[in-house]
C-alpha cells in the first residue's frame, strides 16, 4: 500500500484517522510541515537475538508449571471460594 493510498484510507474513516491522515501517511511532520513519504529514510530492524531465560533474568532457573500450580493452589482456592460465596448470595431462590 502506498502513502497516498493510506492516506485516502484514513480520510475515509473520518474522525481521527481523517484528521491526522496527512501526518499518519507521512504527508506532515511532527511540527506540521509538509514532508514527502518517499524520501522518508525508514530505519532497518534488525532480526530479534534469542529471547532470555527466566535463569537469565531471575538468576534462577524456572519452575515447571506443576510445581508452581501445587505452590499456589490454596491462593487460588481461597479466591475461588470468596467469589463463589458472593455470588451464591447473589443468585435469586
Known amino acids: 500500500m502506498t502513502p497516498a493510498q493510506a492516506r485516502e484510507l484514513y480520510l475515509a474513516q473520518g474522525g481521527f484517522?481523517?484528521?491526522?491522515?496527512?501526518?499518519l501517511a507521512g504527508f506532515q511532520t511532527y511540527s506540521g510541515g509538509t514532508s514527502d513519504p518517499a524520501q522518508v529514510k525508514h530505519p532497518?530492524?534488525?532480526e530479534?537475538?534469542?529471547?532470555p531465560t527466566a535463569e537469565d533474568v531471575t538468576g534462577t532457573p524456572a519452575r515447571p508449571f506443576t510445581v508452581?500450580?501445587?505452590?499456589?493452589?490454596?491462593?487460588?482456592?481461597?479466591?475461588?471460594?470468596?467469589?463463589?460465596?458472593?455470588c451464591r448470595t447473589q443468585v435469586p431462590e
Do not use: I, N, Y
Open 17 to 23: 484517522a481523517a484528521a491526522s491522515a496527512d501526518f
Open 44 to 46: 532497518v530492524t534488525p
Open 48 to 51: 530479534p537475538g534469542p529471547m
Open 68 to 86: 508452581w500450580a501445587r505452590d499456589h493452589a490454596a491462593d487460588f482456592r481461597d479466591e475461588w471460594q470468596a467469589v463463589g460465596h458472593r
